[in-house]
């Protein structure tokens, strides 16, 4: 539980930095902030769909706290160039509203502030993948998130026989490589 002059530090924080960016923050992300220990979201994992259909791992490495959010939140141009770049509509995402509330490798989880996406949540990729929606609000975000070292995982290795070009010769009618398939349960 959070003593009252801790708490009270912690609304100045959130009400600075709603100053800066000129909005109030999504009530979810508020109530984020005022936890006692974000930190619980740290090395934890959560599922990224990419825009191929295929999904992702990643592992969060860091969480934005009240005290470094100003200065993570810094240079914000580049996602509204990614916004452009990829043609992405104002109706998938306003790139001007997002702001970075967890860093993870090369890319990063950002939250819509305001406008018509506010409390939804993306991942801004600097490689490939650029801006892809992740939820519709942070706490089902927060809910899908995970710890990998704690899922059970089957692994299943499957052999394809796939021709190659020279298929006459016995030798070289198929190489063969391995695929591993993972299912992994949530328990």
Do not use: W
Not at 87 to 112: A, H, T
């Amino acid at each position: 539980m959070l003593s009252l002059k801790y708490k009270k530090k912690k609304i100045e924080g959130i009400t600075r930095i709603e100053e800066k960016i000129g909005t109030s923050l999504p009530k979810s992300y508020n109530e984020f902030l005022l936890l006692e220990n974000t930190d619980i979201y740290k090395y934890k994992s959560f599922s990224r769909l990419l825009k191929n259909g295929y999904k992702k791992i990643i592992q969060i490495d860091e969480v934005m706290t009240i005290e470094n959010f100003l200065e993570n939140n810094k240079y914000l141009d580049f996602i509204v160039e990614f916004q452009e770049d990829d043609e992405l509509p104002s109706s998938y995402v306003e790139g001007k509203f997002l702001y970075q509330i967890m860093n993870c490798d090369s890319k990063s989880v950002y939250l819509s502030m305001d406008g018509l996406h506010k409390g939804k949540v993306y991942v801004v990729d600097n490689g490939d993948y650029g801006i892809t929606f992740q939820s519709n609000t942070l706490e089902e975000f927060l809910n899908s998130i995970f710890d990998l070292n704690k899922m059970k995982c089957t692994v299943v290795v499957r052999p394809p026989i796939i021709p190659t070009k020279n298929y006459k010769s016995y030798k070289n009618k198929f190489r063969v490589p391995i695929f591993v398939i993972a299912r992994v349960d949530r328990r």
